[in-house]
């Protein structure tokens, strides 16, 4: 008998595929057109605060009433279940083995929104090439659920994985702190983004910011690097201060936005949030790897065609 393979993944080795892949012919996703908004927070250095980033994200926007998935992508040192407080009874690596699908992996967080938890100190997860990456990409589209927004939490460096969750998604948020290590990073990420995946536009997220307007200043020099040598367009996406709130907030395993929501930090949340919820979706798809992107097909599809 043949190997079945299916979106370029050996079913074989990661049987989740064939059953979840089947999925988007199922009739139960004829009625799912409403194109979903994807964010991948990147950020190239560790220690910059993209999985606080997201974690306060889906929060705020779960508050907005948007309907958010939270997805783990630091598939091998995954810690946004941590950081929510929640113990997942499956994770990502379940569904690579067929045990469980996405759907039934998903756990709901108190503030609203759902996360897709991955494995802490899986190295299988940790050493999924790209075809494996881009079944998981493709895999999405069987969640028979409605979904306004997904956040795509990546993890630090370089990896193909990061890379490929990136270009999959519409947007692509990059968490920056006023340190030379995560502006050379940061700049390493958008360079191989732009030059070898294609993404040219990016948004800006200063964090971690000490004293009023320092963000924008941070902003404003790594765009001049970028100016220099990159033909990229950023966006400045606004800055979460350097708070206590904060650091209290994760010590204590909750969101800022629930734990201290008059806090500074909490109301950055909640404007970069109002600003997340205006990015465009594109009106179809782009003709590379993307999340969801039988919706965007359906939607392209819907769109009428002026008669002249």
Not at 38 to 53: E, R, Y
Not at 162 to 180: K, W
Request: net charge positive.
């Amino acid at each position: 008998m043949p190997t079945r393979t299916c979106c370029g993944v050996n079913l074989e080795r990661y049987p989740m595929s064939a059953p979840e892949l089947s999925l988007i012919r199922n009739n139960r996703l004829e009625s799912l057109t409403r194109p979903v908004r994807v964010i991948a927070v990147a950020g190239g250095k560790g220690g910059v605060g993209k999985t606080s980033v997201s974690v306060n994200l889906a929060t705020a926007l779960s508050r907005r009433g948007r309907r958010v998935v939270l997805f783990d992508g630091d598939l091998g040192l995954a810690n946004a279940d941590v950081m929510l407080g929640l113990s997942p009874n499956y994770t990502l690596a379940h569904v690579l083995a067929g045990e469980r699908t996405l759907e039934e992996v998903l756990v709901e967080a108190p503030q609203g929104f759902h996360l897709l938890p991955a494995a802490s100190g899986s190295a299988e997860l940790a050493q999924l090439g790209p075809e494996e990456h881009l079944g998981l990409v493709r895999a999405f589209s069987t969640l028979p659920m409605q979904i306004d927004t997904l956040i795509v939490d990546t993890a630090p460096g370089l990896h193909h994985g990061v890379l490929q969750f990136a270009q999959a998604a519409q947007h692509v948020l990059i968490v920056l702190c006023d340190e030379p290590a995560s502006l050379t990073d940061a700049y390493a990420l958008v360079k191989v983004l732009s030059r070898k995946h294609g993404v040219s536009r990016f948004h800006v997220l200063a964090n971690q910011c000490r004293g009023e307007r320092t963000g924008a200043g941070l902003f404003e020099r790594f765009a001049r690097v970028t100016a220099r040598f990159l033909d990229v367009t950023l966006e400045f996406a606004g800055e979460v201060p350097s708070d206590e709130a904060l650091r209290r907030a994760v010590r204590e395993q909750r969101p800022v936005l629930d734990a201290y929501p008059a806090s500074p930090a909490a109301r950055a949340f909640k404007k970069l949030a109002g600003q997340a919820d205006t990015w465009a979706i594109p009106d179809g798809p782009r003709g590379n790897i993307e999340f969801f992107v039988e919706r965007l097909v359906r939607v392209g599809r819907a769109r009428p065609v002026a008669v002249s």
